[in-house]
């Protein structure tokens, strides 16, 4: 099976370019993120501390993360409910930032992960693709843009959605995600050495695309 990782910090546009590059591929569009979001799911509905490793360990024992598709949507169950639509707050993502630098958290994830990859033909999305969960990916991408950036981006989108949002807390927000992702002690976010570093602060989403494409073409791994 062939493989596409795209690793990069928090608004990056990682899904939005992984999944026009699946489509174009005809591969399985992997957002890993959307994993550790539904585990975050699970700590803020059920009150848990993810500072207490007892309470880490019970709930992983516990919890249950399964993903299917429809229409090509990658869909999200928790526990045999399908959790898809409460991914996407700020809060969720802070607390998958917080899950996700727990032992048992990864390791519940990761052959999960592995096991996508076996299975098809995929694009997948996150912090360690490249460098733990797919070291042999066939095309490895570093996406990221300016702070700056992904702060007005993320700021576009919820002023479009009619969320109101601040500019400088956004961009605070994301600053600490970074850290936090950044620092941790397992599997942290970084380039891989093999990876390809992409730039998107200037660029449209066709032309990240179309740059991830030209190195699956000059790969050889897809026609
Ligand atoms: O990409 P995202 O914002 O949906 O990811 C949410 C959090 O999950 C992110 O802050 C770090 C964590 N994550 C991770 O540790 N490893 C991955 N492969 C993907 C996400």
Redesign the pocket.
């Known amino acids: 099976m062939a493989s596409v990782a795209i ?1 990069g910090p ?2 990056a546009g ?2 939005t370019i992984a999944k026009l590059v699946a489509k174009e591929l005809n591969a399985v569009y992997v ?7 539904a585990i ?1 799911v699970y700590f803020i509905e059920n009150e848990l501390d993810p500072e207490d490793p007892e309470e880490v360990e019970r709930a992983c024992t516990k919890l249950r993360v399964r993903i299917t598709y429809e229409d090509q949507q990658q869909q999200i169950w928790l526990n045999g409910e399908n959790v898809t639509d409460r ?1 996407r707050t700020e809060e969720v ?1 802070k607390m ?2 917080c899950v ?2 727990k032992q048992p958290v ?1 390791e519940k ?1 990761l052959q999960l ?1 592995r096991d996508m990859a076996k299975q098809d033909n995929v694009v997948m ?5 490249g460098t733990h ?1 797919l070291p042999d990916a066939d095309v490895k991408i570093y996406l990221t843009a300016s702070v700056e950036e992904r702060a007005r981006r993320r700021f576009e989108e919820l002023s479009l959605k009619g969320i109101p949002c601040d500019l400088n807390n956004i961009q605070q927000d994301i600053c600490m ?1 970074d850290h ?2 950044m620092t ?1 002690e397992l ?1 942290p ?1 970084r380039q891989a050495v093999d990876a390809y570093y992409l730039d998107s602060s200037n660029l449209t989403i066709p032309e990240v695309a179309a740059e991830i494409l030209k190195r699956c073409k000059e790969k050889n791994v897809w026609k």
């Open positions: 690793d928090a608004g990682k899904s957002d890993t993120g959307a994993m550790y979001r975050a991914l993502g998958a930032s996700s630098a990864r994830l992960q999305d996150g912090r360690d693709i969960v995600r936090q992702d941790r599997a976010l």
